[in-house]
């Protein structure tokens, strides 16, 4: 008999009680998910993520003291944990900066739960999301007639298996999907993108699906 799996941890990060309860029930009601820990602002996520180690932090973007583009890039830049967004405002400003800084993923409230919580288990595993809303338009900006391609830095240090998942990441695929396409397991994927963030400079597979189609693989 096999050991149960390890529930994916979650801390949610929202200026808004109500809001962090009503998340906390949905995650909490799913038998793989257990929210370990709740955050009012930017700096409280920072301090309960260092402190419970959880897989994902749950991220507002408008909070007091640092905002939650700022503690993203404090929690990404430390390795501490993934972080899924998850706000009201649907601007590119916040598409943009959220990224930059290294989201995993980026959600408006407007979610479902089903949704939502597919969301945090693939973040959890290694993958991205964006809002099908936010995707489309990402993929137009990326597709614009002004946007030349171009090389990012670090391009020609990849192996060519490491430009097969570069080129895989940029078309969205998930670990799974780019496993069965390059007839590998997940476990060699997921060292692949490792290596693809840390030879390119980037913080999370989401800036790599750009880089790849900045570098015209896709």
Do not use: W
Not at 1 to 23: E, K, W
Not at 110 to 131: H, I, K, Q
Not at 140 to 165: K, M, N, Q
């Amino acid at each position: 008999m096999s050991a149960p799996a390890v529930p994916v941890r979650v801390v949610v990060a929202d200026d808004q009680a109500a809001i962090r309860t009503g998340l906390g029930m949905i995650l909490d009601a799913a038998p793989d998910i257990t929210v370990v820990g709740e955050a009012a602002d930017g700096l409280a996520a920072v301090t309960m993520a260092r402190e419970q180690r959880p897989d994902v932090v749950l991220m507002d973007i408008r909070m007091p003291g640092i905002d939650g583009i700022e503690a993203t890039r404090r929690l990404v830049g430390d390795a501490v944990c993934e972080v899924l967004v998850l706000t009201t405002f649907d601007l590119d400003e916040y598409v943009d900066s959220a990224l930059a800084a290294g989201a995993a993923g980026f959600l408006l409230k407007s979610v479902d739960a089903p949704a939502l919580l597919a969301a945090v288990r693939a973040v959890a595993r290694g993958d991205g999301v964006l809002a099908p809303e936010i995707t489309r338009r990402v993929i137009a900006r990326l597709g614009a007639p002004a946007r030349s391609p171009a090389r990012p830095a670090g391009l020609d240090d990849l192996t060519p298996r490491e430009t097969d998942v570069l080129a895989c990441l940029g078309r969205g695929l998930s670990n799974a999907e780019i496993a069965a396409e390059l007839v590998i397991t997940e476990a060699t994927t997921k060292t692949h993108v490792s290596r693809v963030l840390t030879k390119l400079g980037l913080r999370s597979r989401v800036q790599a699906a750009i880089a790849a189609q900045d570098a015209g693989l896709t």
